[in-house]
């Protein structure tokens, strides 16, 4: 199966980064994480780019890296930002090059993971709790429109990436 391209979406701190790094071992295929990608082309971090440049900027860099990653032409597993899914050529463009697999996590889940974090800029000051909710609600319809949906509470992320590889047997006939 090491021509699949699996585009994992779900919001920030469902779990993209560390379960597809474990899928991409399994696969024996590279693993990429687009939030690291686009730190290394912008040369500073998200925080910066949002602070410095707006949320549209990165919104902007976030396509153009997934443009670059997903038209790579390999197998891999590409970890997207929590709000990749929300521009319709994201969409579009991942619905094509992959499967896309949605990590879903609830609101309690998502803060006791991200307790303590400072580099998520659309969390930061005040009243973060009501901003998750708030943006989780409007991106659900994007989430839940991915090809295989995986409720991340309560399980390791071991299990996740066992599940992952399980629904992929379907797409890879």
């Known amino acids: 199966m090491p021509e699949i391209v699996v585009i994992l979406t779900g919001f920030m701190g469902s779990g993209k980064s560390s379960v597809g790094k474990i899928v991409a071992e399994r696969l024996g295929c590279r693993f990429v994480d687009m939030d690291t990608e686009i730190i290394a082309a912008a040369g500073c971090s998200i925080n910066d780019i949002f602070a410095h440049d707006g949320e549209q900027s990165f919104r902007n860099m976030e396509s153009s890296q997934l443009e670059k990653i997903l038209s790579a032409g390999e197998g891999s597993v590409v970890a997207t930002g929590g709000g990749a899914v929300i521009a319709a050529a994201n969409r579009s463009l991942m619905r094509r090059r992959g499967v896309v697999v949605n990590l879903k996590v609830t609101l309690e889940q998502v803060m006791a993971r991200l307790k303590g974090c400072s580099d998520r800029p659309l969390l930061a000051g005040e009243d973060a709790v009501k901003r998750a909710e708030t943006?989780?609600?409007?991106?659900?319809?994007?989430?839940?429109?991915?090809?295989?949906?995986?409720?991340?509470?309560?399980?390791?992320?071991?299990?996740?990436?066992?599940?992952?590889?399980?629904?992929?047997?379907?797409?890879?006939?």
Do not use: P
Request: one cysteine or more; charged letters at 35%; glycine letters at 6%.
């Open 135 to 173: 943006l989780m609600d409007e991106r659900e319809q994007f989430y839940a429109a991915a090809d295989i949906r995986i409720d991340t509470d309560g399980k390791s992320v071991e299990d996740v990436a066992t599940e992952i590889l399980c629904c992929l047997k379907g797409f890879a006939a």
